[in-house]
């Protein structure tokens, strides 16, 4: 398939700039991946497409404040650093602006020099290997001085970081977050529990490469970003228990989904595992334990449009979009979400 397939026009002012308040008053759009046939509701009524025995899996990564706004030691020349990777104690990899002026050897303060980055060297796709210098807990000296890493379309400031990290985020590393997660309240959370519907979380880091372009006209020439994942002993037995009962397991986000499939077996089964995946999901993917998917609405042309497809059928997917641009829902990391499974009620 062409990457132009998966256009569609989208006006500005449907990508959401802000989060909605409460978190799980954002409308869902309902698609049958069967017949395409959609639906609507808001998100804190999910919970009655939710059957008992389902299984709802969660990406528990947490955001880093990974934006870094600072100067150069000496000359006071403004920079912009975005942390990237940990490459290994004190060395990350990180996105600089301006580029140009971060040479090797250089030295550049933060929070009025509690964190100094020395640069080491440029990698291969235009990046910087820094060390940081501190004095005490370099994640708790993030958290403080450190801005949220929002998506470029974002340009309205954000007042609250909280409210760019789930409610139950847990493992900070992430350079992005796992935005379907965002509509869940503690309480939603609750309530879906005591109908009966198991919760298992998984931990997959996101990468900004989750917002690198296709470039390529042929999608099967694009190379995918890698991430780190793992799964404990107890979702891995959640999930392999929920199949065998019959349950659906539902992933919320792409990132739940991609480390589902990932570290699934050839039998579709899931074991404790630690690892990194790079797969890429479009038409055609035949999948090894997903059910179901709860997630936003993506960017034209985007592997997670793409991901989104191979789920629910490439006709089904572009038309329930362009019904959403037609409905203003609203699009992206703040906007509204879809689910997609097998929705019986939906059919005539």
Partial sequence: MKKSDFWFDLPEELIAQTPIEPRDASRVMLLDKETGATGECIFHDIIDRLNPGDLLVLNNSRVLPARLYGYREGTGGHMEFLLLKQVQKDVWEVMVRPGKKAREGLVFEFGDGRLKAEVLSTTEGGNRLVRFHYDGEFYSLLEEIGNMPLPHYITAELKDKERYQTVYSKDLGSAAAPTAGLHFTKELLERIEQKGVGIAYVTLHVGLGTFRPVKTEEITDHQMHSEHYYITPETAEKINRTKEQGGRVIAVGTTSCRTLESAADENGRIHECSND????????????????????????????????????????????????????????????????????????
Avoid: C, W
């Avoid at 497809?309 to 490439?314: I, K, M, V």
């Avoid at 829902?329 to 009620?345: E, H, K, L, T, V």
């Fill in 277 to 348: 995946t790079s797969i890429f999901i479009y038409p055609g993917y035949k999948f090894k334990v997903l059910d179901g998917l709860i997630t936003n609405f993506h960017l034209p042309e985007s592997t997670l449009i793409m991901l989104v497809s191979a789920l629910a059928g490439y006709e089904h997917t572009m038309a329930a979009y362009k019904e959403a641009v037609e409905k203003k829902f609203r699009f992206y990391s703040f906007g509204d979400a879809m689910f997609i499974a097998d929705q019986p009620d939906l059919r005539r």
